[in-house]
């Protein structure tokens, strides 16, 4: 694909996804993203063979726009960065198509891994300001990450992480989290004592019946106030 055809297509998702853009030139000429991604997609291809001049040349557009992207990395289609400034990609971050990042975004490692250090970030993905993301993991197609989060694990597609460290909140449309219903909380125990006391009971009236049917009086349980369990309202159970 030619070079202004990938500017086009930039400048255009930029004028889709920002309501403060104002017409195609002021794109092109005011934002920092579209420059600092097409001289990466140059650096990118002198990678190889010149990583030194690569290098260069992304530290010169780092300087210019305050937007770092190792040349090593490889970003897909129709990106936008906004703002941009302060925001770095490292040299095996991997970006998908219609990726949207705001200011001071890292794509970052941990320091602890070798070889692929840096996240790998689907398609469709929102990372707001000020979110790091930092380790060898994927961020799943259609996720959010909020402003001002770390990332440190796994995301998968389709959902929301906020905070530090970064903790899922919304999966497929569907809110996650704790629930803070402190009023109607399970009684495991009450449950499972239940559950005897009915077991207790058929067992009993099965013994009733046993002795009935070979004319033996049984003791009468009722008359042991040691056998009865209160309740909770106070009461007892019957045994
Ligand atoms: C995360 C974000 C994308 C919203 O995604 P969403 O799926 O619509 O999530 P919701 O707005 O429903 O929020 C879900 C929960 O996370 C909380 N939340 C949202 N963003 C958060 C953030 N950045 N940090 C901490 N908590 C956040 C919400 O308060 C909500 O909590 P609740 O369930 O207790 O009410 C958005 O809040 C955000 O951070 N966007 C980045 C925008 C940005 O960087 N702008 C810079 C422009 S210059």
Request: hydrophobic share 35%.
């Amino acid at each position: 694909m030619l070079m202004f055809e990938r500017l086009r297509e930039d400048a255009r998702a930029i004028l889709d996804r920002d309501p403060a853009a104002h017409g195609f030139w002021q794109v092109l000429l005011c934002y920092p993203s579209v420059r600092a991604l097409a001289w990466h997609r140059v650096a990118h291809k002198l990678n190889p063979k010149h990583p030194v001049l690569a290098r260069w040349l992304s530290q010169r557009v780092r300087h210019k726009t305050g937007i770092e992207i190792h040349p090593g990395a490889t970003i897909g289609r129709r990106c936008f960065i906004d703002h941009g400034m302060g925001v770095i990609i490292g040299e095996t971050a991997e970006i998908g198509d219609d990726v949207t990042m705001y200011q001071d975004v890292t794509l970052g490692g941990t320091g602890k891994d070798t070889g692929k250090r840096h996240p790998t970030i689907g398609n469709n993905v929102t990372i707001g300001s000020g979110a790091k993301v930092l380790g060898p993991f994927k961020v799943g197609d259609n996720s959010k990450i909020g402003a001002g989060s770390i990332v440190l694990r796994e995301v998968p597609s389709d959902c929301t992480v906020v905070g530090n460290p970064g903790r899922i909140v919304r999966k497929a449309d569907k809110r996650v989290g704790v629930d803070l219903d402190q009023v109607n909380l399970p009684d495991p125990v009450q449950e499972r004592m239940t559950l005897l006391l009915k077991r207790i009971d058929l067992l009993e009236e099965r013994l009733r019946q046993r002795a009935k049917e070979i004319g033996c009086d049984l003791f009468d349980l009722y008359d042991d106030p040691s056998a009865l369990i209160p309740n909770d309202s106070g009461d007892y159970y019957e045994i």
